[in-house]
């Protein structure tokens, strides 16, 4: 137990001072809303989702994300949506509430361009007294629940065609205006996401959709999710993410535990209905912590926002 409750105040201390803090999901790619504002109401439809995520499974403390979000259409060119999340992690949690705004072009008959924007707030706490020191004295560790709120906003850009897409956004934008000294907030950065994706037409019931997620903050690693997915008769997905990190940007006071942070992702969607979409997806650690495992559970349900809409079936992102 000890040892347990020691891996996680090393795993906080560092995260404070190095890693990419963002919540981490899985099922990004059937959802984008959770990296790009720009993703509001380019599925044409109201899409409502929630994922509830659970890394590193029986460690004490391990890191939980619970996510909620809706987001749809609104007139011919405008899309909307709202965000919501709780993050936890030993004895530190974050919830925040975000919501969007984008505005799309269609650039060509097939390619449309999406640019989004998303402003909310961020309420952190630390709770001190489940924490464990060498030193009871150490100022830089809280011995009472600390909380604090934070603003914060996103922007972003979503250029996509029934079959293709790229998108790239910006998180924490007031990170490097907002100076503040406080231990939750104090390593607040700024990151980078550039996601592309493709899907190809294998047979009349078969096709195949690969796709990549390049997330950077220029403090930790790079991480690069490199995604293959199969869809079968437009009905049920399978396929997986290989997660790796590489020093792209060399830190010489990078922590040695996020060197080396690979994992394996297999995952499934089952489209039940035109409405209804379930997945699950099974995390292998690679690395460190490699005897833990991953458990991440999405649920999809979509709408037209009106008796006018047509459904658009399939939807592949």
Known sequence: MKTRIYIIAMLLISAAGFSQQNAQYNHYIFNQLVLNPAYAGTKGLVNVNGIYAS?????????????????????????????????????????????????????????????????????????????????????????????????????????????????????????????????????????????????????????????????????????????????????????????TGAEVFKNKNLDESLRNRDAIIVMTELNVTDHLRIGYAYTFTTSALKEYTGHEISLGYYFKPDTKSKMLTPRYF
């Open 55 to 243: 890394q590193w499974s029986g460690l004490d403390g391990a890191p939980t994300t619970q996510s909620v979000s809706i987001e749809g259409p609104v007139f011919n060119n405008i899309g909307l949506g709202l965000h919501l999340i709780k993050d936890e992690i030993g004895s530190q949690s974050n919830q925040g509430l975000f919501g969007s705004y984008a505005f799309r072009v269609k650039l060509t008959k097939k390619l449309k361009l999406s640019m989004g924007i998303s402003t909310g707030v961020t309420y952190h706490s630390l709770d001190g007294t489940t924490l464990i020191s060498e030193n009871p004295d150490d100022p830089a560790i809280p011995m009472t629940l600390e909380k604090t709120a934070v603003f914060d906003s996103k922007i972003g850009m979503f250029l996509y065609s029934k079959r293709f897409y790229f998108g790239f956004s910006v998180t924490e934008l007031t990170a490097n205006i907002m100076d503040s000294y406080d231990m939750m907030v104090a390593g607040q950065i700024q990151h980078y996401y550039m996601t592309a994706g493709y899907v190809a037409k294998l047979s009349e019931d078969i096709k195949f959709k690969p796709s990549f997620l390049i997330k950077e903050d220029f403090k930790a690693p790079t991480n690069m999710d490199l995604n293959a997915f199969f869809l079968y008769k437009n009905l049920f997905w399978l396929g997986g993410t290989i997660r």
